[in-house]
């Protein structure tokens, strides 16, 4: 991972008051910037691939990434601020409602701190589960469903709008 991670994630656990179950914080490094001192936004995907694999591991009680389910279908951000060399951020994770029977959305966001309604992008995937063995794709586990539903933010509420 080429971000700094400057604390632990947040694990996903029931009941919270934040619609958000899982947050990590961030910091951009040197090696992070373009030419005008701004996060390239090629490492947003990175980053949200940190935080899809901190929530969803412990979902299906992973701990190497080699036992993940899912495939990626489709990833998507949406750059709303810049963000300079040594910004701290957080970067935030949900699922989005609703939840298909082989496939689920998860959004992202990444603000300031003190923060959150001071957003630096916002971001999507579209995953789908996924048999490696028998190369297709598989109906979601059921306890899985059950969790990805608990914890799922409205799609629209993000600025996405459901396919």
């Known amino acids: 991972m080429r971000a700094a991670v400057s604390d632990s994630p947040t694990a996903p656990s029931a009941p919270r008051t934040d619609p958000w179950p899982l947050r990590q914080r961030f910091v951009v490094t040197y090696h992070d910037v373009d030419a005008l001192n701004h996060l390239n936004h090629a490492t947003y995907f990175p980053f949200m691939e940190t935080l899809r694999c901190a929530y969803y ?23 709303l601020a810049p963000a300079g060399y040594g910004t701290e951020m957080v ?4 699922p989005a409602a609703p939840i298909g029977r ?16 001071s957003l630096y992008a916002r971001g999507r995937t579209v995953i789908v589960c996924y048999d490696y063995e ?12 059950a969790r990805l539903a608990t914890d799922a933010i409205p799609l629209e509420s993000e600025g996405w709008s459901p396919r």
Do not use: N
């Open 91 to 94: 970067g935030e994770v949900a």
């Open 134 to 145: 028998k190369g297709e794709k598989k109906p979601i586990v059921p306890a899985v469903r």
């Open 57 to 79: 591991m412990p979902l299906i009680g992973a701990s190497d990434p080699r036992e993940l389910d899912i495939i990626l279908a489709e990833a998507s951000c949406r750059y």
């Open 102 to 117: 082989t496939s689920f959305s998860l959004v992202y966001r990444f603000h300031r701190p003190e923060d959150s309604t």
